[in-house]
Each structure stands twice: as C-alpha cells, then as structure tokens.
C-alpha cells in the first residue's frame, strides 16, 4: 500500500545580494536602469584568459549576515566550484558556485541545510537570440533546505518567513521579483520531481499544488514517477517536463582554479555578529514585550522591516497600543490599497505623529482620521493644514449645535422615526448616519445617540 498522502518537500532558492559591485569585478550591478550589455567588462562576460578579482566582500557579508539570521553554524573556509552547463547565457560554460558558507540552520520547522554564494547568469531571449550580460555576475545568495515541508501551504509559510529575513537583513534587493525558487517534491517515496526557476511564492503554491495531483493521479493508475525536470508554466498553472534526469554529476563539479579559498577569520564573524539585524521572531517578541501589544497585532506590524521601525519611531511620541491599531490597520490598509511601502507612499512619520496625536485628542474624528490618512500618500500638507482646508478640524464638542442637527434630522426623516417608534430599534443607526453626514462626521456618534434617544423617546 503506498502512502500517498506522504508528501516531502524541500527548496533551493536564490535571491539577489543588494551589492553595488558584482562577485568577481568591479561591474554595476544596477542592471535595471542599464542599456543592454553596459555594465559588462572582460570579467563578467568570460572573455578568454580574463580571471576574476577577489571575491566581493560585501556580498560575502551580506551570505554570512543571513546565514546567521537563519541560525546556521558558519564554515570557516569556503572555496569556490565550476558548475558546468551550456547555455547561452552563461559565457564561461560554467557558474561560480561556493561550497556551504553556512550549514545546520532552522527556520519555521524547516532545516536548512545550507547557503551558499553563487553569480547570477545573463538573459538569453531564445526568440530573438540576444543575450544582455549586464546580469551576469551579480551575486546571489541560495539556501537549500531539507525536504521537511509536507505541504504546498506550509512551502508557502515558510516562504514568507524567509522572504520577512531577507527584508530585515537589509542585504537583499528591496524592489521585489528577484527570488528564484527551485522546489522538490516526492511522494509516498517514490522519485523526486524538480521543479525549476519558480519566481514567486504565488506559483510555488500553485505548482505545488498541480504536482501533486498529477502525482497522485499516476500512482493511483499504478505508474511509478520518474526521476524529472519540470518546468511551471505560469499562464496555464501547470507543469511540464523539462530534461530528463538531470543529476548532479552533470555538472562536473571542479574547484576553480582562479579564485582562492576564503578564509572567514574570527576577527571578521566577530564583527557580522555584532551587527546583525534583529530577526522578525524576535522583534515581533520585543513589540509584545515592550509596547504589551497582543501577539496578532505584533505580529502584523513585525511582517515587514520597514513598517515595524515606522511603529517604533510613532510609539515614542504617542500612546503605543493606540498606534499599534492605526498602524496595522489603517496605514497598512492604504498602503495595500495603493500597492506601496511606506518609504514610497512620501507620508512623512512626523505627520503620521500629528494625525494620531489629533485623533487622540479628539480634535478630529476617527471617520475623518481615516479619510485624512488616505490623502497623505504623496501628500506635502501637514494632516493638520489638510483637515482645516477641508473644514474638517474640530469636532463639533457644542452641544447645542448637535442638538439643533439631531431635531433637523429627525423633522427631515419621518418614515426612519416612525420605523423606530414602531419598534425597529436598528433605525437609531439611519438617523444617526445622516446626522453624520450633515455635520461630516465631525460629531462623535455617542452624543448623537444620547440627543436621538432623549427626542425620541419624550
Ligand atoms: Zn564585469
């Protein structure tokens, strides 16, 4: 009987290092803003009897840095091996791979086996047949772990708490879509299935998904799987082989002569460990312990780096648990709505500090606290100039005022006052909304309904 619930899954992933040189020379790795084959020289584009420079030592930093963040011991001497294949984007025929700079790690339940540091190839375009090598040699972090994953959700988990590292190591690429995922999968022990070159955590899940029905399906018929490449092929959330049998002797593994081994001495492991960035784990865990915010509200405001240390800046100047609320959930509602982080949103901390201390204060409502919020994304104006332009400053605290507007509300609104002395208390809420809107909501809801009330029931 083959168990075909048993699922194993394990990952190889490759993220771009935020480097400003590439692994081997003194290229641009900024390729983005680059002509074709621009930030290229002899090095990064394999001419003959070109030999590369000492190893980049901000990128060898940056692999030591997350493979701390990752709990793994670090190799004190670490070489680097030719990875052969022919492709055209690869002018060497062959990739600079490291061995483990580190080892034994654990994230989320997943072990890690190891990171390494590897050059990124070029673009090959098969369709025109040109290459742009301004890619080729910028430095990539890969991280391999153990198939310990048992399911295309808990993959997706454990993506995103990798994804949250990279965020807080501030050693990655910031502008997102650089994270190559190679996923392995095997079921109920038979062969392993590779699927290749997987770009976000979205496919993963559904590739995932797909391999393992179509497993299932061929075990059920009582056809053994194969050993295989497969490729996802995004459009169609489907997969589809690729080469057969691709193991790793293929590569034909070899040191490279040209670069020496590192050495990775104490002095400067020392110093890595010094400054290495909290983990999310563990600034989830000082939010809660120094601000008393519930685990869920910490935890959403930990998910992101950059978020959290806008929180931290915000609880210095304001009542912390009430800026943890407006934080996770109205600046990151409009910051989701409009697809932005918050350093491109332009809101400014100071004015985020005004908004919420005016809100406290109760100069303005929450209604109106919300919609100001919104119009701070790209916004100069202080919340406090924007709430006065718009007449909104003030909440009207003149009791008489209220009053006048709840007797205008209730002359204006027959049928909602009739439902209501007729028994169908939910009508309060009608009449209280347009009384709202007639003073745009400036007013705060409590006094309403004590004014509703005391008219409607004499
Ligand atoms: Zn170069």
Same mark, same amino acid.
């Given at each position: 009987?083959?168990?075909?619930?048993?699922?194993?899954?394990?990952?190889?992933?490759?993220?771009?290092?935020?480097?400003?040189?590439?692994?081997?020379?003194?290229?641009?790795?900024?390729?983005?803003?680059?002509?074709?084959?621009?930030?290229?020289?002899?090095?990064?584009?394999?001419?003959?009897?070109?030999?590369?420079?000492?190893?980049?030592?901000?990128?060898?930093?940056?692999?030591?840095?997350?493979?701390?963040?990752?709990?793994?011991?670090?190799?004190?001497?670490?070489?680097?091996?030719?990875?052969?294949?022919?492709?055209?984007?690869?002018?060497?025929?062959?990739?600079? *791979?490291?061995?483990?700079?580190?080892?034994?790690?654990?994230?989320?339940?997943?072990?890690?086996?190891?990171?390494?540091?590897?050059?990124?190839?070029?673009?090959?375009?098969?369709?025109?047949?040109?290459?742009?090598?301004?890619?080729?040699?910028?430095?990539?972090?890969?991280?391999?772990?153990?198939?310990?994953?048992?399911?295309? %959700?808990?993959?997706?988990?454990?993506?995103?708490?990798?994804?949250?590292?990279?965020?807080?190591?501030?050693?990655?690429?910031?502008?997102?879509?650089?994270?190559?995922?190679?996923?392995?999968?095997?079921?109920?022990?038979?062969?392993?299935?590779?699927?290749?070159?997987?770009?976000?955590?979205?496919?993963?899940?559904?590739?995932?998904?797909?391999?393992?029905?179509?497993?299932?399906?061929?075990?059920?018929?009582?056809?053994?799987?194969?050993?295989?490449?497969?490729?996802?092929?995004?459009?169609?959330?489907? *997969?589809?082989?690729?080469?057969?049998?691709?193991?790793?002797?293929?590569?034909?593994?070899?040191?490279?002569?040209?670069?020496?081994?590192?050495?990775?001495?104490?002095?400067?492991?020392?110093?890595?460990?010094?400054?290495?960035?909290? *983990?999310?784990?563990?600034? %989830?865990?000082?939010?809660?312990?120094?601000?008393?915010?519930?685990?869920?509200?910490?935890?959403?405001?930990?998910?992101?780096?950059?978020?959290?240390?806008?929180?931290?800046?915000?609880?210095?100047?304001?009542?912390?648990?009430?800026?943890?609320?407006?934080?996770?959930?109205?600046?990151?509602?409009?910051?989701?709505?409009?697809?932005?982080?918050?350093?491109?949103?332009?809101?400014?901390? %100071?004015?985020?500090?005004?908004?919420?201390?005016?809100?406290?204060?109760?100069?303005?409502?929450?209604?109106?606290?919300?919609?100001?919020?919104?119009?701070?994304?790209?916004?100069?104006?202080?919340?406090?100039?924007?709430?006065?332009?718009?007449?909104?400053?003030?909440?009207?605290?003149?009791?008489?005022?209220?009053?006048?507007?709840?007797? %205008?509300?209730?002359?204006?609104?027959?049928?909602?006052?009739?439902?209501?002395?007729?028994?169908?208390?939910?009508?309060?809420?009608?009449?209280?909304?347009?009384?709202?809107?007639? *003073?745009?909501?400036?007013?705060?809801?409590?006094?309403?309904?004590?004014?509703?009330?005391?008219?409607?029931?004499?």
């Amino acid at each position: 009987m083959l168990m075909i619930d048993e699922v194993k899954i394990g990952f190889e992933i490759h993220e771009q290092l935020a480097t400003r040189t590439k692994l081997f020379c003194k290229c641009s790795t900024d390729y983005r803003n680059a002509e074709p084959n621009t930030n290229v020289c002899e090095i990064c584009t394999g001419q003959p009897g070109a030999k590369p420079m000492a190893v980049n030592k901000e990128a060898l930093e940056a692999a030591i840095t997350i493979a701390l963040m990752l709990g793994c011991e670090i190799k004190r001497e670490v070489i680097f091996l030719r990875k052969h294949y022919d492709y055209p984007d690869l002018p060497n025929g062959y990739q600079r *791979t490291s061995t483990p700079i580190g080892v034994n790690g654990e994230l989320a339940g997943v072990r890690i086996w190891e990171v390494h540091l590897e050059e990124d190839p070029g673009k090959y375009d098969p369709i025109t047949g040109r290459v742009d090598y301004n890619r080729c040699g910028v430095p990539l972090i890969e991280i391999v772990t153990a198939p310990d994953i048992k399911s295309p %959700e808990q993959a997706r988990e454990f993506l995103k708490e990798l994804v949250k590292i990279f965020d807080y190591s501030n050693k990655t690429r910031k502008e997102g879509g650089t994270m190559r995922v190679d996923v392995n999968i095997s079921i109920a022990n038979q062969a392993r299935v590779e699927i290749k070159n997987i770009n976000s955590i979205k496919g993963v899940y559904k590739a995932l998904k797909y391999e393992i029905m179509r497993q299932k399906n061929l075990l059920k018929r009582g056809i053994k799987i194969r050993r295989e490449t497969r490729a996802f092929i995004e459009e169609q959330m489907i *997969t589809k082989p690729m080469r057969l049998k691709e193991y790793a002797e293929d590569y034909r593994y070899i040191p490279d002569p040209d670069v020496l081994p590192i050495k990775i001495t104490d002095e400067m492991l020392e110093k890595i460990k010094r400054n290495l960035p909290e *983990t999310p784990m563990e600034k %989830e865990k000082k939010l809660m312990e120094k601000y008393g915010l519930p685990k869920e509200v910490a935890r959403v405001i930990a998910s992101e780096y950059e978020l959290a240390k806008v929180y931290e800046e915000v609880a210095r100047h304001v009542d912390a648990k009430f800026a943890a609320y407006w934080i996770k959930d109205e600046l990151k509602r409009v910051l989701e709505y409009n697809d932005l982080t918050f350093a491109q949103s332009g809101i400014k901390i %100071e004015h985020l500090i005004e908004l919420l201390k005016m809100i406290k204060n109760e100069e303005i409502t929450v209604k109106v606290g919300k919609k100001i919020i919104e119009m701070m994304i790209g916004n100069s104006k202080s919340p406090r100039e924007i709430a006065k332009e718009m007449g909104l400053l003030n909440v009207i605290s003149d009791e008489e005022t209220v009053k006048k507007v709840v007797l %205008e509300v209730i002359n204006e609104n027959k049928k909602a006052v009739q439902d209501y002395l007729s028994g169908k208390k939910e009508a309060i809420n009608y009449l209280v909304g347009q009384v709202m809107k007639k *003073t745009k909501g400036r007013v705060k809801p409590q006094i309403v309904i004590k004014y509703l009330n005391k008219f409607l029931n004499t």
